[in-house]
């Protein structure tokens, strides 16, 4: 066979960098998609031009829809010719005039009488073209009559003014115009003026109100009932065969390869890289002719044209001998060796020329082979195989939606199993549990959704995690969660939070992975890399941190082999092999929009760059981040990728699920090599020969595989049985060790990899020697902890160190015991518990699930070892208890009630003697400058029992009142102590039991005296008092300068003496009372805002300090002081509020001796004021409740309006602020049960709304 021309005379557009793109045409072919194509760009045309716009652009598209419309009435009648030749027994009964349409077979049409024979849709489009070209002839006629007029216009204005060269004015724009205007008017030429403001008009009034919009309207519509009839009447009765066209780009460099087909009319399109050699191979089918040429590409987004090649097969090998040269066994994907590649008894060259796949669907073109559209817009993916290596499921997060449940079995044909709708929120990302059948769905702010998947065409919520995940990885049950810079461990089967880790740094995590035991995380924001621990379930810890500096808000996350990418403005590579030390391999080599990444394994990593498809690059070397081999374009936005199988599947935002063949399936018939197995095993008998495992065990292993195109899936066999298979990169393999039997104490494990071509390799066996497991099973962990405290208890996860049998787990064995209100075991008001049952998320965990969360109290559950037992039978040793404390969530609900202007200092107490909490509140009157004060009142509010409030009593006082309560005369009242800011001085009010006060004496004080909760400084039994002189007064500018402390001695009878005053650093700010060094006596902790620092003041016993003793770590800018046991531990630990850029509190944890430990910081909104250390949520330690009297929005102060909870964990740490809204500028909270329910609520008096905020605890 002599040679003949390639594809056709349309030469091939190559655009290095961008796309290849163009028609190879074939005259044997059906021109119908050609139809198609070109029908589809006259209707996008005819509405971007006809719709009403400036009129230049409706000039130019009309000669473009003219030269369209001739296009596509050629088109159309090939298409006819090649139809009717196709199907001869349907178009062989059309006439020029008319022609029935065939009915279905098994859908015949009634009879009608008589029936008229319907046009032939290709008369009926032919029919409607004319009268669209009949619509456009009327509107050329008016466009040129209106720019003739124009054209006249300027010609003149030119003539006459010599304003300049006339064709440098364009008759069409509205700016030159409005300049022929303007001269116009300045010449009163009034003729010319009126022809030019009658085009002006034209050209930006009418146009604008659509003066073709008639026209227009009516050509669009006529367009879209062409292309109805098209769709619906043609189509069906003149279907094509495909086009039997194949290409090949081989880059030179990379030997990575590109391959597709062409279209019905020979079209084909993709991306090759910029600066690169390709080998070029072609084959068509249907002459069995090929050729080879080779093209250069030049930079990015330049066009290279081909020219027409010829074809033959003369001189060109064909190793195999069926007629199909090598090099269109290359081109098609078939073997060059076998002569039937998809072994069905049908040699490749004869299947190609009958229209069959020689490769028997092993293969399909690079590209997207499959688009499936979903609910919502698809942002996140991952794929799930299972030991059936056919069988694959993709789960993907559906934005605005939720959640898809996809069959991905067949690459090119996805099926949705199901949707569900999470309303309210934004699914960002997706994890699944196969074992459990629970997916973790990220919805920010509608919370982490735990969905039951157990049926994938019915998926349902099974719980709500309230906490506005944006993203999650699971592992063991455990789904970790992240918002902000923290990261959650909440259990799979409970929703219970298990722990909260801080990444550190501000921003939000964009991007995480797991390999192994280990998540891999990265904040934007605070540019944060970490590497998390995660073997321990609730104890998850940072190993290693490094600092990476990236432009971009979105950073995904990929982890393998020792080396983590980074995705964003580009690739960055990261050494993880040392966890608790990574280095930078390699930042980004070249800035490109990057969003997220996958790895195949194979070294290659595909990178989802957003509006820009699917990027491919070759990551061989990690020193190398910008080897970029070729692009996918997508239809929408690609968020997320993920590699099964060696198929990519893309969350392509609205473009749904996108299939994607990124790389030729293996047609060489070259199995894997280098197949090699590692085992994580540790020997437990190093003494004896081989290596020795336990019967039960855990066994873990690595794997290195490589191939000559890529791996698509890695099984692991324990004694030739497959127990896993991962069809996903990096490859996690684990297995349990079988026990012993009769006739086997060995194990062998292999490890079989498999190419995208079904070529396997096994490695040889690793031997291990199955020793019997006599080591009884312990416990690892539990949560709640043990002697811990757990909220929300609604059920109880105990964790072992081996693997256990769970067939002999069941509720008889387990005993959960309320302890009652003495909380000791056996104290007479016990009782047992009804428990829901028992789930075994993980080998090594059970999780007893309770009927209903646990009630505020102490428990007890015991295991009978009875139940608990490792896969040899080795049982518990006995039975285990575990005890804890239940709390709940603290929440508060608000009531305000109002006062007098101006509520400052308050306190509560039981002022009337009827068993309620009331309240005393001062009003000082401060004026603009704080360097007056003019009022005298204090009001007492009555408590009418249920945590409201009578009428205010108002009481007259010293100008200025602050106070404090306290029973000052030891008559079992209590009584009121309040300083004059004004006056200088103190006075005592006396209580008489029904909550009237009379002033029994005054006391003078420095300036500005502020005084602190009373205490018994001297150990008499009385209450002392504390006076701080806070303010000094010059020349009537107020100064935070107050450096002297007094101490005022009570003689028991409410009468007081300056025993002491105390000269320190100038600003003292705060003070407060406790046992620093464990003496028995209270000593003075008092901070000084000046210096950042606190002066420690050590009591003697009678009343005498010491204050050789400064704390200098409390800054920046520290306003109060508290002391308190915080741990439990029976010594006072420290508490500061800090005014920092952000608002902080510090803690200080007491040594026992009058030193401090390192302070550990917490962030609280705005600038925090008045702390009070309270157990809010009964569970037995101490919270800090503060005020926030000020706030920020951005950079801005202003007032303040919140009040925030740090729960206390038990250990002296805490728990992120729970955050209530209260009254404007809240100031000195009231910690105390105001409504008799048995815990504590919260008072504040907002200093600028004249009103008190009641917080009723929720909690009981």
Request: glycine residues 10%; hydrophobic residues 35%; charged residues 15%.
């Amino acid at each position: 066979m002599g040679l003949v021309p390639a594809f056709g005379d349309i030469p091939t557009i190559v655009s290095a960098g961008e796309s290849i793109s163009d028609t190879w045409n074939d005259n044997n072919l059906s021109i119908g998609q050609r139809f198609s194509d070109i029908f589809k760009e006259v209707f996008t045309t005819a509405i971007q031009v006809l719709d009403p716009t400036p009129i230049s652009s409706v000039i130019f598209g009309l000669e473009e829809l003219f030269n369209d419309i001739q296009d596509i009435k050629d088109s159309l009648e090939q298409a006819n010719n090649a139809a009717a030749a196709h199907n001869p027994d349907v178009f062989n009964n059309f006439d020029d005039n008319s022609v029935p349409l065939p009915e279905p077979p098994d859908n015949p049409a009634p009879p009608t009488p008589n029936p008229s024979p319907s046009p032939s849709p290709t008369k009926r489009i032919d029919d409607i073209f004319n009268e669209v070209e009949s619509e456009l002839d009327r509107i050329e006629d008016e466009v040129i009559d209106y720019t003739n007029t124009l054209s006249n216009v300027i010609t003149l204005f030119v003539n006459l003014f010599d304003k300049g060269d006339e064709e440098l004015l364009n008759p069409n724009d509205p700016e030159d115009l409005e300049l022929i205007i303007e001269c116009l008017q300045e010449n009163n030429n009034e003729e010319l003026l009126n022809n030019a403001l009658a085009a002006f008009n034209v050209a930006n009034e009418t146009a604008k109100q659509g003066f073709l919009s008639t026209g227009a309207n009516k050509a669009v519509e006529l367009l879209q009932q062409a292309m109805n009839i098209y769709t619906n009447d043609f189509l069906p009765i003149a279907t094509m065969p495909a086009s039997g066209l194949f290409l090949v780009f081989e880059d030179q460099s990379t030997g990575f390869v590109t391959r597709t087909t062409t279209n019905a009319n020979g079209i084909f399109s993709g991306v090759l890289a910029s600066n690169s050699t390709y080998n070029v191979h072609g084959y068509n089918s249907h002459s069995n002719l090929a050729t080879f040429f080779k093209i250069t590409t030049g930079n990015s987004g330049n066009t290279l044209h081909l020219l027409p090649k010829v074809l033959g097969n003369a001189a060109l090998d064909d190793t195999d001998g069926e007629g199909l040269t090598d090099i269109a066994e290359f081109a098609v994907g078939t073997s060059q060796t076998n002569i039937d590649t998809d072994n069905d008894g049908i040699n490749d060259l004869a299947e190609l020329q009958q229209g069959l796949d020689p490769l028997g669907g092993r293969a399909f073109p690079t590209g997207i082979i499959s688009s499936l559209p979903l609910r919502g817009e698809a942002k996140s993916v991952v794929v799930e195989g299972s030991t059936d290596e056919l069988e694959q499921t993709a789960y993907v997060a559906t934005g605005s939606y939720g959640l898809a449940i996809v069959n991905a079995s067949q690459f090119d044909n996805p099926i949705i199993l199901g949707q569900l709708d999470l309303p309210g929120g934004d699914a960002t990302d997706v994890a699944v549990d196969t074992n459990l059948q629970i997916a973790a769905v990220a919805t920010n702010t509608g919370a982490l959704k735990l969905v039951d998947i157990s049926d994938p065409m019915l998926p349902t919520v099974e719980q709500t995690i309230n906490i506005p995940a944006n993203q999650v990885e699971i592992y063991n049950g455990i789904a970790y969660a992240t918002v902000g810079t923290s990261m959650y461990a909440v259990d799979l089967l409970t929703g219970e939070e298990l722990q909260q880790l801080n990444l550190g740094g501000s921003g939000t995590v964009t991007g995480m992975a797991r390999e192994g035991e280990k998540l891999y995380t990265y904040v934007s924001g605070s540019d944060t890399f970490s590497i998390v621990d995660i073997s321990n379930e609730t104890q998850a810890s940072i190993l290693g941190q490094l600092r990476v500096s990236i432009a971009s808000r979105d950073v995904g996350v990929f982890a393998a082999n020792g080396v983590a990418y980074l995705a964003g403005s580009g690739l960055r590579t990261i050494d993880v092999s040392d966890s608790s030390n990574p280095t930078l391999i390699s930042g980004a080599d070249n800035f490109f929009t990057a969003r997220d990444l996958a790895l195949n394994g194979s070294g290659l990593a595909l990178v989802a760059t957003e509006d820009q498809g699917l990027g491919i690059y070759d990551i061989n070397d990690p020193t190398n981040t910008n080897n970029f081999i070729t692009q996918v374009d997508t239809s929408g936005f690609t968020y997320d990728v993920a590699v099964a199988s060696g198929i990519a599947y893309v969350a392509d935002g609205s473009g749904g699920l996108q299939v994607i063949n990124y790389l030729p399936f293996d047609a060489a018939g070259q199995a894997p090599t280098n197949v090699t197995i590692n085992s994580l095993v540790t020997d437990i008998d190093p003494n004896q020969p081989g290596i020795q495992v336990l019967e039960g065990s855990t066994l873990s292993f690595t794997t290195a595989v490589e191939d000559d195109v890529q791996v698509r899936n890695v099984e692991l066999l324990f004694n030739g049985e497959v127990v896993q298979n991962d069809v996903s990169f990096p490859f996690d393999l684990s297995g349990i060790a079988p026990n012993i039997t009769p006739n086997n104490n060995q194990l062998e494990v292999q490890v079989r990899a498999t190419d995208t071509g079904g070529n396997s390799t096994i490695t040889e066996a690793l031997t291990f020697d199955l020793l019997p497991d006599t080591f009884a099973p312990e416990v690892a962990n539990t949560n709640p902890e043990n002697n811990g405290i757990g909220e929300n208890v609604k059920a109880i996860s105990i964790s072992f160190n081996e693997n256990i049998d769970i067939s002999q787990i069941n509720l008889s064995g387990i005993t959960l015991t309320s302890l009652g209100a003495d909380g000791i075991v056996g104290g007479g008001d016990d009782s047992v518990l009804a428990l829901a049952g028992v789930e075994t998320p993980s080998n090594r965990r059970l999780v007893v699930l309770l009927e209903e969360s646990l009630a505020i109290g102490q428990y007890q559950l015991t295991l009978d070892q009875s139940i608990i037992a490792d896969n040899a039978g080795n049982n518990l040793e006995s039975p285990y208890t575990l005890e804890f404390t239940a709390t709940k969530t603290l929440a508060f609900s608000r009531t305000d009630f109002p006062v007098g202007e101006e509520p400052s200092s308050m306190t509560g107490a039981d002022f009337d003697g009827d068993g309620d909490i009331d309240l005393a509140i001062a009003y000082p009157g401060s004026s603009i400058n704080a360097n007056s004060f003019t009022g005298n009142t204090v009001s007492i509010l009555f408590n009418n029992g249920d945590g409201s409030f009578s009428e205010p009593v108002n009481i007259t006082t010293e100008v200025g009142p602050g106070l404090q309560s306290g029973d000052f005369n030891g008559d079992g009242n209590i009584d009121l102590a309040v300083n004059s800011l004004e006056n200088d001085n103190l006075s005592i009010f006396l209580n008489d039991g029904n909550g009237g006060f009379t002033q029994s004496g005054i006391f003078a004080t420095g300036e500005r005296p502020v005084n602190i909760p009373p205490a018994d400084l001297d150990g008499d039994g009385d209450l002392d008092l504390v006076i701080l002189n806070t303010i000094t007064l010059n020349n009537f500018t107020a100064f935070n300068d107050g450096n002297t402390i007094s101490v005022l001695l009570n003689d028991g009878d409410a009468g007081f003496t300056t025993s002491q005053t105390y000269t320190l650093s100038s600003g003292i700010e705060s003070a407060t009372t406790g046992d620093l060094d464990n003496d028995g006596d209270l000593d003075l902790a008092v901070l000084n805002r000046r210096n950042d620092s606190i002066t420690l003041l050590f009591n003697d016993g009678n009343g005498n300090f010491d204050t050789s003793t400064t704390l200098n770590s409390v800054s920046p800018d520290p306003v109060t002081v508290t002391l308190a046991d915080l741990d439990g531990d029976g010594n006072s630990d420290l508490i500061t509020n800090n005014f920092s850029s952000s608002g902080s509190v510090y803690v200080f944890l007491s040594n026992g001796d009058g030193t401090f430990a390192q302070r550990v910081s917490y962030n609280v909104p705005g600038y925090p004021g008045t702390s009070r250390v309270m157990d809010l949520d009964l569970d037995g330690d101490l919270d800090i409740a503060t005020s926030h009297a000020v706030t920020f929005v951005g950079q801005e102060r202003r007032e303040g309006n919140q009040f925030s909870v740090l729960r206390n964990n038990g250990d002296g740490t805490f728990s992120s602020p729970i955050i209530v809204e209260v009254g404007n500028v809240p100031i000195s909270p009231v910690i105390a049960d105001l409504d008799g329910d048995g815990d504590l609520d919260v008072v504040t008096s907002n200093g600028n709304d004249g009103t008190i905020s009641v917080l009723d605890n929720e909690i009981i």
